[in-house]
C-alpha cells in the first residue's frame, strides 16, 4: 500500500493536531514543499518545531511527487531551538544591564 | 510567444487580490509570477493584525473598507478554509501627552467615518486587558473591529479564487527583464529561464523587492526596504483580547485565535537593505518591553523567531497607480509595514485603474508623483 493510501486519520503534527488528510489535501493543491505544507497548515509550527512530523511530511511529498526524499528542500529552521520563556529573555537583559553591559 | 493581457509581479497577498479583482471584473487572460511560493515574502512575514485606527481620512476609510471586505472574505471568495478573523479589537497606548492629544483627534476623526473607535482610561484598558500594568499609561484608544487574520490563509483564499476564475498563478518562476516599445510602453517579461511572455500591462506587486521590478522597467522607485524583527509563542489558553500596540515603544503584541502570542518591536538603529536574518538581541529587547508592561506573558514560552521586510515610502504610505513615464506599467508597492491589512481595498482600486472603471475611492493622491511635488501624507499613527 503507498503510504499515500495509508489512514488519512493518522496524526502527522501531533503539537497541532495536523492528520495525514490535511498535509495530503495541500499536496494535492499543488503546496509540494515542506515550507508551504508548514505554512498553510501550521505543521512543524508547534512546540517541538517539526521534529516529529519534517520527515513525515517529506515521506508524504515524496510519495506524492515521486521525488526523492533527499532532493526536497527542508522547511525553514528558526531559533530557539527548543521553547524559552519570554521571562527569561527578560531577565537575562535585566542581568546584562546590572553588570554594566547595558543595551548591546 | 506567450501572450497575456496583464502580468502581475509578485504572490503575496498583494498580488494575489489584485489577479482575483481583475479576474472576477471579467478579465480572462491574467499571470501571476512568484519567486518563490505564495505568500513567502512580506505577506507571510507579517504581524497578522488588522485595524481601522488611523489618522488620516484616506487611511481610514481604505483600513475601514478592507475589514468590511475580511468580515465576508471566506463567503466572497468561497473558500474551502477559514481565514481565521478574530476581532478582538486593537488597544493603542497613549504615554505622552502629544499623544494623547493626537489620539483625541483620531477617535474623533475615525467615529466622523463610521469606524466604532473610543478613548479608554487607563481603569478601562486594564478591563480590556487585565494583565496590563498600567504604570504611566495617560489613557488609549480601543476599537473591537480590529483584531488578526492568518496571513497564509488569507492569501490561499484570494489565490485559490483568482484560479478558479482563470488566472494562471505560476510560483517559482522569477521575473529578470520588462521589455518596452518604442514609445516606452510595456511590451513583454522575460522570465530567468529565458521564456517570454507579451503583455501589454504589467503590475508591480513585489513587496521588499519593488524596487528591483522598477529598475526592470527603467523606473526608480523613490521606496527602500527594512527588516523588522518578530516571534511567536506556544499556544495557550485565551488570556487576551485584542492587540495590544504602543507606538512610543514601537512594541506591538496579540494573541492569535491558535493561542499563540505574536509580538515584534521596532528598532531604529535597522539598516536599509534585504536581510531576513534575527537576532539574540531582538529577543531580549521585545521580552524586556513586553513583560514590563504585561508581567503575565513571563511564563509563556518564545518556539520561533524570524523577520521580514517593511517596503517604506518617504512619508510611509503606499504608492498606487500607473507610472506616468511607462504607460502600462502600474504598482502597488511601498506599503511601509501595512500592506496586509489594506490588501482587499488595493486589489478593488487596482483592478479599477488598470480597467479604466470608476474608482470604489479617490486614492490619486498615493500615486507617485507626490513626492515630486513635496505632497506628502502625514499620518500621524504608525508603528
Known sequence: ?104 | MKTADIVIIGGGINGVSIAYNLAVRGCRRVVLLERKTLASGSTGRCGAGVRMQWGTEMNCRLARDSILRFERLNQELEYDGDIEFKQGGYLILAFHQRQWEQFQKNVALQNSLGIPSRLVSPAEARRIVPHLEVGDLIGGTFCPKDGHINPFKATQAYAEAAARLGVEIRKFTETVAIGKDAAGRVQRVTLADGEVIETPVVVNAAGPYSQLVGEMAGVALPVHSERHQILVTEPVAPKQGPMVMSFAHGLYCQQTPHGSFIMGIGDPHEPRGFDTGHSWQFLEDVASKVTTMMPALKEVRVVRQWSGLYNMTPDAQPILGEIPEVPGYFVAVGFSGHGFMLAPMTGVLLAEMILGLAPTMDVSMLNVGRFARGELIREPSVV
Not at chain 1, 31 to 47: A, H, I, L, N, W
Not at chain 1, 58 to 75: C, F, H, R, Y
Open chain 1, 1 to 104: 500500500m503507498e503510504p499515500s493510501e495509508k489512514s488519512p486519520e493518522i496524526i502527522i503534527c501531533r503539537c497541532e493536531d495536523i492528520t495525514a488528510a490535511e498535509v495530503r489535501k495541500l499536496i494535492t493543491k499543488g503546496y509540494r514543499t515542506p515550507d508551504e505544507v508548514k505554512r498553510f497548515s501550521r505543521c512543524g509550527m508547534g512546540q517541538c518545531q517539526g521534529r516529529t512530523c519534517r520527515n513525515l511530511v517529506l515521506q508524504e511529498i515524496s510519495a506524492a511527487t515521486g521525488q526523492e526524499v533527499k532532493d526536497i528542500p527542508m522547511a525553514t529552521f528558526r531559533p530557539p531551538t527548543k521553547p524559552v520563556k519570554l521571562g527569561l529573555f527578560a531577565k537575562a537583559r535585566a542581568e546584562s544591564a546590572a553588570e554594566g553591559g547595558g543595551d548591546r
